[in-house]
C-alpha cells in the first residue's frame, strides 16, 4: 500500500474526529436521545486511541459517553430532566456497586494498581453506558428507533467486514489496517470482538423477521442479508466458542419460531424461509471462492479433517490447540489448570483486577488472561467479587425471563433480549463476555423492556427519580 495513503488516512482520523466531536455537542445539547442515536454507530470501532495512563482500552465511543453525560448534566442546571430512573432500579445499580467495590478490594492483592485501575475504569465506562440508555430511553417509540438502529449498526459491521474480506481476495481499498490475515476482525481490535458483537446482537434482526407485519419486499430483503451474511461472516471470525453459542442460540429461536408460529404469533412465510435459505446457499457455495484464507481456517479450526490447507501459515499461526502450533497446545492445557491454581492461592478477593497475567503465566514468555469468564472471576476476584457479579447477572436473567410475558405485540424482541443475553452467558464459559459493549447494550434493552411493560412502572411520573 502507498505510504502516502497512509499517513494521509493518520492524519485525518484526529481531525474528523475533533469535528465530529464538536458537532455531537451541539447535537446533545439539544436533544440527548438523538445524540444517543449518534453515538452508538462508534461502538463497532475498538481501535486503540493511546490514551496516557488509561492506554489502549479507551476507545473514541467511551469519550463520547463522557461527553454526552456531561451534556446532560448541563441541560440539568438549565432545568431540562432527560435522564430519569425508576426506584426499583436500586437493587441492580446497588449491586453493580458492590461489583466496582469488590474489585477494588481485590487489589490488595495485586501488585500492580494502575493495571487494576483501568480494568474497574473499563469496567466503569460500560455501567455509564448502560446508565444512559436506560435513564433516556423512556417511551416504545424510543425503544424501537433503538432496536431499529441496533439493526442498522449491526449492517454495517456486516458490511465492512466483507468489505475486508474481498480487500484481500481482490484488491480492493484497505479502510482499517487488516489485523489477521486468517480470521476476521472487521473495525474492531480483535477477531473475537467482532464474533461476541454478531453473536450477541443478530437475534435481533432474527426477531424482526418474526414481528413485523406487512413487511415490505425490500426490508424483507435487508433482514434477510443481514440475518444470513451476518452468520457467515461471524464462521470467518473463526471464534468457536461464539459460533457454537450462536448455533444454541438460532436452534432455540427455530424451535420457538416454531412453536409461536402455529399460535399465530410469528408473521414469517414460506417466502420469507426460501429466501432465507437460497441466500444461505449462494453464500457457501461462493464461500471458498472469495474468502482466501479466512474459509480455510474455518475448516482447520473446527473440522481439520476438511480443511484443504493450500497455505501452510494456517497452520502453524493460527493460535489453537488443532494445530501444530505448540503455544497452541501449552495453552489450552494450561488455561483453566493455572486460573484455578490462582483461585485456590487467592480465594476470597483473588489476585486483582487486571492482575492475573502479571502473577501467573498460562504460556512461557507470554502474558495471558484466564480464557474463561466465570474462571476469570474467580482467579481475580475471588468468592467475594464472583458472588456479587453472579448475584448481578442473575438478578438481569430474571428480569429478562420476565419480559417474556409483558407485551405479546412486541414479544420477539423480549425473546431476542433474552437469547442474546443467554448465548453470553453460555459464552462465558471460554470468553469474557461482560467486557462487551454490546453485552451492556443488550442488558440495558432488558431494563428499559422492563421498565416500560411492567406493571410496577405504568406510572413512571410517580415513581421516576431525576438526575
Not at 101 to 115: H, R, T
Not at 135 to 153: A, F, N, P, S
Not at 320 to 336: D, I, K, V
Not at 428 to 455: A, D, K, N, P, T
Amino acid at each position: 500500500m502507498d505510504v502516502g495513503r497512509i499517513d494521509t488516512f493518520t492524519f485525518l482520523i484526529p481531525a474528523l474526529t475533533v469535528f465530529a466531536g464538536l458537532i455531537f455537542i451541539f447535537i446533545t445539547l439539544r436533544s440527548p436521545f438523538r445524540a444517543l442515536l449518534i453515538m452508538l454507530p462508534f461502538m463497532i470501532i475498538t481501535r486503540p486511541i493511546g490514551l496516557p495512563v488509561i492506554g489502549d482500552r479507551i476507545i473514541i465511543f467511551d469519550l463520547l459517553i463522557l461527553v454526552w453525560w456531561g451534556c446532560v448534566f448541563i441541560r440539568q442546571v438549565q432545568g431540562c430532566q432527560d435522564v430519569s430512573f425508576p426506584k426499583k432500579l436500586f437493587w441492580p445499580i446497588l449491586i453493580y456497586y458492590f461489583v466496582l467495590v469488590s474489585s477494588f478490594l481485590s487489589l490488595i492483592n495485586g501488585i500492580s494498581l494502575l493495571s487494576g485501575l483501568e480494568e474497574i475504569i473499563v469496567y466503569a465506562f460500560l455501567g455509564i453506558f448502560a446508565l444512559a440508555i436506560i435513564g433516556v430511553v423512556r417511551t416504545e417509540k424510543e425503544l424501537l428507533q433503538l432496536v431499529k438502529l441496533v439493526i442498522v449498526v449491526l449492517a454495517i459491521a456486516i458490511l465492512y467486514a466483507l468489505w475486508e474480506v474481498l480487500s484481500t481476495t481482490f484488491g480492493l481499498p484497505i479502510l482499517f489496517p487488516i489485523s489477521s490475515e486468517f480470521r476476521l476482525a472487521g473495525t474492531f481490535r480483535q477477531t473475537n470482538q467482532l464474533a461476541s458483537f454478531l453473536r450477541t446482537l443478530l437475534p435481533i434482526a432474527w426477531a424482526m423477521l418474526f414481528m413485523a407485519n406487512g413487511l415490505s419486499p425490500k426490508m424483507k430483503a435487508y433482514l434477510v442479508l443481514v440475518s444470513t451474511l451476518g452468520i457467515i461472516i461471524l464462521l470467518l471470525t473463526s471464534s468457536r466458542t461464539n459460533v457454537i453459542a450462536a448455533l444454541i442460540e438460532l436452534l432455540i429461536f427455530v424451535g420457538v419460531a416454531i412453536i409461536q408460529f402455529f399460535r399465530g404469533r410469528a408473521n414469517f412465510s414460506l417466502q420469507t424461509i426460501g429466501l432465507i435459505i437460497s441466500c444461505a446457499l449462494i453464500l457457501i457455495i461462493f464461500l471458498p471462492r472469495v474468502t482466501g484464507t479466512y474459509w480455510q481456517t474455518f475448516l482447520w479450526r473446527f473440522a481439520p479433517i476438511y480443511a484443504n490447507i493450500g497455505d501452510s501459515r494456517i497452520v502453524d499461526n493460527v493460535f489453537s490447540a488443532t494445530t501444530t502450533n505448540p503455544l497452541g497446545r501449552e495453552f489450552a492445557e494450561n488455561n483453566w489448570l493455572v486460573g484455578f491454581e490462582a483461585f485456590k492461592d487467592h480465594p476470597w478477593i483473588g489476585t486483582g483486577v487486571g492482575n492475573f497475567s502479571l502473577l501467573y503465566t498460562i504460556v512461557r514468555g507470554r502474558q495471558y488472561e484466564v480464557h474463561s469468564g466465570y474462571l476469570n472471576l474467580l482467579a481475580e476476584r475471588g468468592i467475594i467479587g464472583t458472588l456479587t457479579f453472579v448475584i448481578f447477572l442473575l438478578l438481569l436473567l430474571r428480569m429478562a425471563i420476565k419480559n417474556l410475558y409483558l407485551n405479546s405485540t412486541l414479544f420477539w424482541i423480549a425473546f431476542a433480549l433474552l437469547m442474546a443475553y443467554l448465548g453470553s452467558l453460555i459464552s462465558g464459559v471460554y470468553v469474557i463476555f461482560f467486557r462487551r459493549r454490546e453485552f451492556w447494550l443488550v442488558l440495558s434493552l432488558i431494563i428499559v423492556y422492563y421498565q416500560l411493560y411492567s406493571r410496577s412502572f405504568y406510572d413512571r411520573k410517580d415513581n421516576t427519580t431525576s438526575v
